[in-house]
C-alpha cells in the first residue's frame, strides 16, 4: 500500500501527521519546480503556516518538464515524508499542504490559469540556475534560447518560467487583479532582481503597459535558502516503508537545519513567516553572499575533489584531516570578502557547517552537488576569487576547487574510471578540452568560456598561474595526492 489520505490513521504513532483537514486548504501558493529542495523547504513553512490555521497557503506544485515528480505524489494524495536525521536521531514529518502537482509541458494553459487565479498570491520558485535562461556573466536573458525565443514571440503556450509567469500576470491585470509576490529560491546571487529582469524583458516584448504595471506594482524579493537535501535513493524508500508499514515514492531526506531569508518586499497577502521558522530583513545579500561563499563554494570544492578520488559521500571527504584542512582554508579565503550580517557570528557559522558537512546521516553524495558547475561557478567561487584578486591576496583554494572542476570536466576520475559530465555546458567544455593534454592548455581552452569566465578575470596572469600549477598536481598525481599538499599552517 501507499502513503496516503486512507492510510494516513494507520500510520506508527511516533509520524507526526498533518493534524488539519486538508480538503479545506485554499490555494495560495504556486511553486515551479516541485522538487525535493522545495519539498523539504519552502514547503515545510507553508506547511507550519496551515498547522497554525492559516489555511490560505495550500500549495500547487508544478514541474516544468518532467511528469516524474506528479506520478510519485499523484497516487499518494500528493502526501510525502520528511526525514530528518542527524547521528542516530530520526524524526519523520507528513506534509500536507501539497495540494496538487502539475506538469508545465503537458497544459502550460492550465498551469497559467492555476497562477492567474485570485487565492493566488505568492509564485515561488526553484528551478535551478539554467532553468533562468541567463548569462550569468551580464545577467540578461539569453534570447538566442529556443524556449525563450519561443515566450518572446507567443505567450499562448509558455514554455520558460518567466513567460509562465508574465502570461499569468497578464490575465491578473485584465481581471483586475494584484499582482502576485514572484519568489525564486534559487542559489543565484540577486535572485529576486534578475527573475524581476528576465520577466520584465519578455513582458516588453508583448505589452508596454504589462510591462509598466509589472515594474510598479510587482514584487520579486530577493531570498536565501538554506538546507541540505541529498538525492533519495530505493535503499531510503524501502527503510522509510519498513517504519511506516506503507510506501512513500516521494519520501525526502534531509537535515535537521532549515533556513529562510526573505526581502521583506510583498506585492499582495504573504503567510506571517516571521512566526513559522522564516526571516524577513531588509537587504538579504549580506545572508546570501554567506552562504553562496561558505557553504556552497566548499560544497562544490568538496564535490570535485572528493569525487575525481572516488569518495561518495561530503562526511568522507570530511573525515580526512586533509579534506577538513581544505575546508578551513578555503574558508579563511572566503570569510575575507564577506560583509558579515548582523546576528552572525563567523566562527559560529563556521563551526555549524563543519558539524552539517559531518553528518553522516546524511549520505550526502559528492557527484550530486557535482552537477550543473558551469553555472554555480560565477557566484560559488569566482566572485570570491575576483574579490581577493583585486585586494592582492592569495587564492589557493579557490584556485584548487576551479582546477579540479576543470579536471572533472575529462570525464575521468583518478582511477580510470569514466562517467558523465552532468551540465549544461558538458558539450562545450568536451570540445574545449579535445586534443588539450597539458594543464597550460587545459586551464587556457576552459579559461576562454566567457558564459562562465568574465574576460577580465580569465586573463589574470595571477589566476592562470595558480589554476596550470593545481591543474597540473590533479593531472599528475590525482585528488587524494594533491589535498595532502596543502600546508599544515
Request: proline share 6%; charged share 25%; aromatic share 4%.
Given at each position: 500500500m501507499r502513503l496516503s489520505n486512507a492510510t494516513l490513521n494507520s500510520l506508527p504513532e511516533d509520524i507526526e501527521r498533518p493534524g488539519y483537514d486538508r480538503t479545506q486548504l485554499i490555494k495560495g501558493v504556486v511553486h515551479l519546480g516541485i522538487g525535493a529542495f522545495h519539498r523539504a523547504h519552502q514547503a515545510i513553512i507553508f506547511d507550519n503556516a496551515v498547522r497554525k490555521g492559516d489555511k490560505r497557503w495550500g500549495i500547487v506544485g508544478?514541474?516544468?518538464?518532467?511528469?516524474?515528480?506528479?506520478?510519485a505524489l499523484a497516487p499518494q494524495d500528493?502526501?510525502?515524508?520528511?526525514?530528518?536525521?542527524?547521528?542516530?536521531?530520526?524524526?519523520?514529518?507528513?506534509?500536507?499542504?501539497?495540494r496538487e502537482v502539475m506538469v508545465g509541458q503537458e497544459n502550460p494553459v492550465a498551469l497559467v490559469n492555476v497562477m492567474a487565479a485570485a487565492d493566488t498570491h505568492l509564485v515561488t520558485l526553484t528551478i535551478t540556475e539554467k532553468g533562468y535562461h541567463l548569462d550569468l556573466v551580464t545577467g540578461e536573458l539569453i534570447e538566442s534560447n529556443i524556449d525563450v525565443m519561443s515566450d518572446l514571440k507567443s505567450l499562448d503556450r509558455p514554455r520558460t518560467a518567466a513567460g509562465l509567469i508574465v502570461a499569468a500576470l497578464a490575465k491578473r491585470r485584465a481581471a483586475g487583479l494584484k499582482p502576485f509576490t514572484v519568489m525564486s529560491c534559487d542559489n543565484l546571487p540577486h535572485n529576486g532582481k534578475h527573475l524581476m529582469n528576465a520577466v520584465l524583458a519578455i513582458a516588453k516584448c508583448h505589452d508596454e503597459m504589462l510591462h509598466d504595471w509589472i515594474a510598479m506594482q510587482g514584487a520579486f524579493p530577493e531570498t536565501m535558502v538554506d538546507r541540505i537535501v541529498p538525492a533519495t535513493n530505493n535503499d531510503a524508500i524501502r527503510t522509510l516503508t519498513r517504519r511506516l508499514g506503507v510506501e512513500d515514492r516521494a519520501m525526502i531526506r534531509t537535515e535537521p537545519f532549515l533556513q529562510w531569508v526573505i526581502q521583506n518586499k510583498f506585492a499582495d497577502e504573504r503567510p506571517a513567516f516571521e512566526e513559522l521558522?522564516?526571516?524577513?530583513?531588509?537587504?538579504?545579500?549580506?545572508?546570501?553572499?554567506?552562504?553562496?561563499?561558505?557553504?556552497?563554494g566548499a560544497h562544490s570544492g568538496i564535490a570535485y575533489l572528493g569525487a575525481l578520488a572516488g569518495i561518495e559521500y561530503v562526511h568522507e571527504f570530511i573525515a580526512h584531516p586533509s579534506g577538513r584542512r581544505f575546508v578551513e582554508k578555503f574558508w579563511d579565503e572566503s570569510a575575507s570578502t564577506l560583509?558579515?550580517?548582523d546576528g552572525l557570528d563567523i566562527t559560529a557559522y563556521r563551526k555549524a557547517l563543519m558539524q552539517r558537512f559531518s553528518n553522516a546521516a546524511l549520505q550526502h553524495r559528492t557527484r550530486q552537488i557535482a552537477m550543473d558547475g558551469s553555472q554555480k561557478l560565477p557566484p560559488r567561487l569566482l566572485t570570491t576569487i575576483t574579490i581577493r584578486l583585486k585586494r592582492h591576496q592569495t587564492i589557493e583554494m579557490q584556485a584548487l576547487a576551479v582546477a579540479a572542476w576543470m579536471q572533472w570536466q575529462g570525464a575521468r576520475d583518478d582511477s580510470g574510471k569514466t562517467y558523465v559530465v552532468d551540465d549544461p555546458l558538458a558539450s562545450v567544455t568536451a570540445n574545449k578540452l579535445r586534443g588539450m593534454n597539458d594543464a597550460r592548455s587545459r586551464v587556457a581552452a576552459l579559461l576562454s568560456i566567457e558564459a562562465i569566465?568574465?574576460?577580465?578575470?580569465?586573463?589574470?596572469?595571477?589566476?592562470?598561474?595558480t589554476l596550470e600549477k593545481w591543474l597540473s598536481k590533479l593531472m599528475e598525481q590525482g585528488s587524494k595526492a594533491t589535498l595532502e599538499c596543502i600546508p599544515l599552517d
Open positions: 508544478a514541474s516544468l518538464r518532467s511528469a516524474s515528480v506528479r506520478d500528493c502526501l510525502y515524508s520528511v526525514v530528518e536525521r542527524e547521528s542516530c536521531n530520526e524524526h519523520v514529518r507528513i506534509i500536507g499542504a501539497l521558522g522564516a526571516q524577513l530583513t531588509d537587504s538579504v545579500v549580506p545572508w546570501e553572499e554567506a552562504k553562496l561563499r561558505m557553504l556552497n560583509s558579515l550580517p569566465f568574465p574576460p577580465a578575470l580569465a586573463t589574470d596572469q595571477r589566476l592562470r598561474d
